[in-house]
């Protein structure tokens, strides 16, 4: 039927028919229909078919005039549509246009909103544990309040959470080590107020508490500590004695060794009871200073600078209060010997050669004084001087007083030259130590050598115009000198140093004694 139809088709349409009618049903029905047909019906198709195409032409004219508005209209819509479509078609491509960027801005809002996402998530966290952040952002302040108020205690603890922050979190949350920065400063803070209480009037009970302190902040290793210590509690003493006024050199020294005496022992008592440790003896050492090394050392200075500052009073002169100095310096030395720093052997030596260089000045100036008495000296009654010289005296160590004999006052240069020797001896007797009498000794030899050699010259040189009334009188001085004025002088040395003393003292020291007995015993 199929071959059939091909047939057909080719006879009908020689030239070839539109493509899309091939898959018309209507004209597959037709071609069937065709072939169904008589030869009668056959040959009036063509007329039928032309009349029908007759009636559709007519019908489609009739349609045309009666609806040419309705085609009007269509074509303007169809235009308008037309319009339409292409203006849609712009916008369409604009569309397409648009889309790659609103994509792109789409993917990075999603980034965004995920980022804000996460961001709320975490303040959503961060407000759940708004309580506990609050706390450790308030760390520094609250380390700051408590080390200004002296809670220090509780500042340590804080100090020590902090670090324990610091290990776990201050490589991934850079506000630990903001919060660790600042706690550092408040610390800081707190070393120098306690090194600051160590500089003040501080007792033992809190100065345990401030190496207590100090030793948990573990600034300082253990001699560093030490050193830190001994160097606050100098400044310390350094200031006291600083504040001394220095007006009068008694007064001075005298608040010294007051000072230093409490001070210092306070000082030393301190340190042993918080670093008992170095003391040898305590560490099982049987050699070596009572104190430990660093200790010791700082306690030799702290001595040494007490001796510089006495021996530069004692220059000054001590206006005849130099047994109260002896007796305060010896207490200080003695209250040392309890800690093991007695140095009280260090003292003799200055105030020796105090005493000596007051009673050598002295001898000096009544030398020259003597001499130039006698230089205006005249021979004549000594009572026509109408002089009422006073004689001085000397005290023994048992507080018995030796008068000078009236037969001096005869002559004004004796009378003012036993008043000065004997002035000097009083302040001799205020530390009359038997390691200073053979230079007193020596002195007394030499004054009354240079007495002999004025009296010598007076008579060399006057003698020629002596009357008979002056040589007597000349041979009356020459007999006080003798007789009266040099046993008084011996006497006066042997009240100040007893021989049986200096016996005794030989006796048990027979080499270094024996030189110095032997003079003084010959000497008187």
């Not at 000054?316 to 200080?332: E, N, P």
Request: net charge negative.
């Amino acid at each position: 039927m199929e071959v059939q139809d091909k047939s057909l088709t080719t006879l009908l349409f020689k030239e070839g028919f539109p493509d899309e009618w091939k898959d018309s049903a209507e004209f597959q029905q037709y071609l069937s229909d065709l072939c169904s047909f008589s030869m009668e019906r056959l040959g009036h198709e063509v007329e039928r078919l032309t009349e029908e195409r007759a009636n559709v032409l007519e019908s489609t004219k009739e349609l045309a005039y009666d609806n040419y508005r309705t085609f009007i209209e269509t074509a303007k819509c169809s235009q308008e549509i037309l319009l339409e479509f292409t203006s849609v078609e712009e916008h369409i491509g604009g569309l397409l246009t648009a889309v790659p960027p609103l994509m792109s801005a789409c993917e990075e809002f999603l980034t965004v909103s995920q980022a804000i996402n996460t961001k709320r998530k975490l303040n959503s966290l961060t407000l759940s544990r708004h309580t506990q952040l609050l706390e450790i952002l308030e760390i520094p302040q609250v380390m700051e309040t408590c080390v200004r108020n002296n809670y220090y205690e509780e500042a340590l603890e804080l100090r020590g959470h902090v670090k324990q922050m610091e290990r776990k979190h201050v490589s991934s949350v850079p506000i630990i080590q903001s919060i660790v920065d600042d706690v550092q400063k408040s610390s800081n803070l707190m070393l120098t107020q306690l090194l600051q209480q160590l500089r003040t009037n501080i007792q033992l009970p809190a100065c345990l508490r401030v190496i207590g302190y100090l030793r948990r902040m573990d600034v300082f290793n253990e001699t560093e500590l030490r050193l830190k210590f001994l160097q606050a509690r100098d400044t310390f003493l350094q200031t006291i004695l600083a504040d001394i006024p220095n007006k009068s050199a008694y007064q001075h020294l005298s608040k010294t060794i007051e000072a230093s005496r409490v001070h210092l022992f306070d000082i030393m008592t301190q340190y042993r009871a918080i670093f008992p440790d170095d003391d040898p003896l305590i560490m099982g050492q049987n050699s070596g200073p009572p104190l430990g090394g660093l200790f010791y050392q700082w306690v030799n200075e702290k001595i040494c600078d007490f001796l510089q500052v006495l021996e530069k009073d004692l220059a000054k002169g001590m206006a005849g209060r130099l047994d109260s100095i002896v007796g305060q310096c010896m207490y200080f030395g003695l209250s040392f010997s309890r800690i093991g720093a007695d140095f009280r052997a260090l003292l003799v030596p200055i105030f020796q050669r105090s005493i000596l260089h007051r009673f050598t000045m002295i001898m000096k100036k009544a030398t020259e004084e003597f001499h130039e008495s006698m230089q205006k000296f005249t021979l004549i009654s000594p009572r026509s001087f109408g002089t009422t010289l006073p004689l001085a005296g000397v005290t023994g160590k048992q507080g018995t007083t030796l008068a000078p004999p009236q037969s001096l006052m005869d002559f004004l240069p004796l009378s003012q030259l036993s008043n000065q020797i004997l002035t000097g001896l009083n302040e001799v007797r205020q530390c009359a130590a038997i390691a200073v009498s053979p230079s007193v000794h020596r002195q007394i030899v030499t004054v009354m050598e240079c007495v002999v050699h004025e009296l010598c010259e007076y008579h060399r040189i006057e003698r020629r115009s002596f009357t008979d009334k002056e040589s007597e009188q000349f041979t009356h001085y020459c007999r006080v000198v003798v007789q009266d004025f040099l046993p008084h002088l011996v006497n006066c040395f042997n009240v100040l140093f007893p021989p049986q003393h200096i016996n005794d003292l030989a006796s048990r020291c027979p080499y270094a004694i024996n030189q110095t007995s032997s003079t003084l015993l010959s000497g008187s």
